[in-house]
């Protein structure tokens, strides 16, 4: 395209020339033939007298008119074929928000937003995002993210969204009406969603919970928080920091639920060897409202509970595998 552009500006450039030094036209009437020529336009209303002039205008004919029709094609076809790739980009995106499932929903892809986006995508999880600034969607469409160009807090956009099919929606837009609104019109599409709200003002935490959110959270209250045990606790931050950030450590937190018939039901953690085989440490247990934190060697292990867990991803990766599986540890 740029070696296009070059060759008709130097087209321009000489034919300009030769007809000031065949015809000796001025410099605006020699640019104005040049222009008619290599157009095929020809007004016919500048004739050419001299025998050296006539000849030039050959050359530049032949010359002019390709370089000029070589140019006003790549011009088209990147008009068209842009145009053509980005529709089709569209609908190759459309056709995948359509098979997801099970995903999440984010709405607003802001500062807080796109922290989201990153985390979800680390962790393998499907997700599509709603944006309505135009460049920030673009911008995400660049990077590979599914997006929907459009106002989250609309009915239609959420129903584009697969939210029938979504098991949960993070609502992460600037202003604490708006999470409001999109909580409300979510749980209105689908009520058994799993809701959770951005708020920057803490009396909006209430609104939020009324209209259906199942956990509502304050990116300036975390904030404040981690700035302060930083000066308090700055070894022990520093740890989780590295824990939770370090790419080349893969400790990570995990639920993990024991199904109906696991070879753990009914066994104590100390009988059950689970930090002995796989080294996966128990933090919690959750059994319908009860947390049971930091639970001793001797608590028993139910149908249903909702375990707790910290360890490597392979460790994880081994008790979800036994927690659904019916026979002992091998």
Same mark, same amino acid.
């Given at each position: 395209?740029?070696?296009?552009?070059?060759?008709?500006? $130097?087209?321009?450039?000489?034919?300009?020339?030769?007809?000031?030094?065949?015809?000796?036209?001025?410099?605006?009437?020699?640019? =104005?033939?040049?222009?008619?020529?290599?157009?095929?336009?020809? =007004?016919?209303?500048?004739?050419? @007298?001299?025998?050296?002039?006539?000849?030039?205008?050959?050359?530049?004919?032949?010359?002019?008119?390709?370089?000029?029709?070589?140019?006003?094609?790549?011009?088209?076809?990147?008009?068209?074929?842009?145009?053509?790739?980005?529709?089709?980009?569209?609908?190759?995106?459309?056709?995948?928000?359509?098979?997801?499932?099970?995903?999440?929903?984010?709405?607003?892809?802001?500062?807080?937003?796109?922290?989201?986006?990153?985390?979800?995508?680390?962790?393998?999880?499907?997700?599509?995002?709603?944006?309505?600034?135009?460049?920030?969607?673009?911008?995400?469409?660049?990077?590979?993210?599914?997006?929907? @160009?459009?106002?989250?807090?609309?009915?239609?956009?959420?129903?584009?969204?697969?939210?029938?099919?979504?098991?949960?929606?993070?609502?992460?837009?600037?202003?604490?009406?708006?999470?409001?609104?999109?909580?409300?019109?979510?749980?209105?599409?689908?009520?058994?969603?799993?809701? $959770?709200?951005?708020?920057?003002?803490?009396?909006?935490?209430?609104?939020?919970?009324?209209?259906?959110?199942?956990?509502?959270?304050?990116?300036?209250?975390?904030?404040?928080?981690?700035?302060?045990?930083?000066?308090?606790?700055?070894?022990?931050?520093? =740890?989780?920091?590295?824990?939770?950030?370090?790419?080349?450590?893969?400790?990570?937190?995990?639920?993990?639920?024991?199904?109906?018939?696991?070879?753990?039901?009914?066994?104590?953690?100390?009988?059950?060897?689970?930090?002995?085989?796989?080294?996966?440490?128990?933090?919690?247990?959750?059994?319908?409202?009860?947390?049971?934190?930091?639970?001793?060697?001797?608590?028993?292990?139910?149908?249903?509970?909702?375990?707790?867990?910290?360890?490597?991803?392979?460790?994880? @990766?081994?008790?979800?595998?036994?927690?659904?599986?019916?026979?002992?540890?091998?």
């Amino acid at each position: 395209m740029w070696h296009a552009f070059v060759a008709l500006v $130097v087209t321009l450039i000489l034919g300009t020339s030769g007809l000031i030094l065949t015809e000796h036209f001025s410099v605006a009437k020699a640019f =104005y033939l040049t222009v008619q020529t290599i157009t095929t336009v020809g =007004y016919g209303d500048i004739e050419v @007298h001299t025998e050296a002039g006539h000849k030039f205008l050959v050359v530049l004919m032949m010359v002019g008119v390709g370089v000029m029709l070589y140019f006003a094609g790549l011009m088209m076809a990147f008009l068209i074929e842009g145009q053509l790739a980005g529709v089709y980009g569209r609908r190759k995106m459309n056709r995948k928000i359509l098979q997801l499932n099970e995903h999440i929903i984010i709405c607003g892809a802001g500062r807080v937003g796109r922290q989201v986006l990153n985390r979800l995508r680390k962790e393998g999880a499907d997700f599509v995002v709603i944006e309505q600034q135009e460049d920030l969607s673009t911008e995400l469409i660049e990077d590979g993210f599914l997006v929907i @160009h459009s106002d989250a807090t609309q009915d239609e956009t959420l129903k584009k969204a697969g939210i029938d099919k979504a098991r949960g929606l993070i609502t992460a837009l600037p202003e604490d009406s708006l999470n409001v609104f999109v909580t409300l019109t979510a749980k209105g599409l689908n009520p058994s969603i799993q809701v $959770v709200a951005r708020m920057d003002k803490l009396e909006s935490e209430k609104k939020l919970l009324r209209a259906g959110a199942d956990k509502v959270i304050s990116p300036a209250v975390l904030g404040g928080w981690r700035m302060a045990m930083s000066i308090l606790k700055p070894i022990s931050v520093e =740890y989780l920091e590295t824990v939770i950030h370090d790419h080349n450590i893969e400790i990570e937190m995990e639920e993990v639920r024991v199904e109906d018939g696991s070879c753990l039901v009914g066994k104590t953690l100390s009988t059950s060897g689970i930090k002995q085989q796989t080294g996966a440490m128990i933090l919690a247990i959750l059994r319908d409202d009860q947390v049971i934190s930091n639970p001793g060697a001797e608590v028993e292990i139910w149908k249903g509970d909702l375990l707790i867990v910290l360890g490597l991803k392979e460790q994880l @990766h081994r008790l979800e595998e036994v927690a659904a599986n019916v026979r002992n540890f091998r």
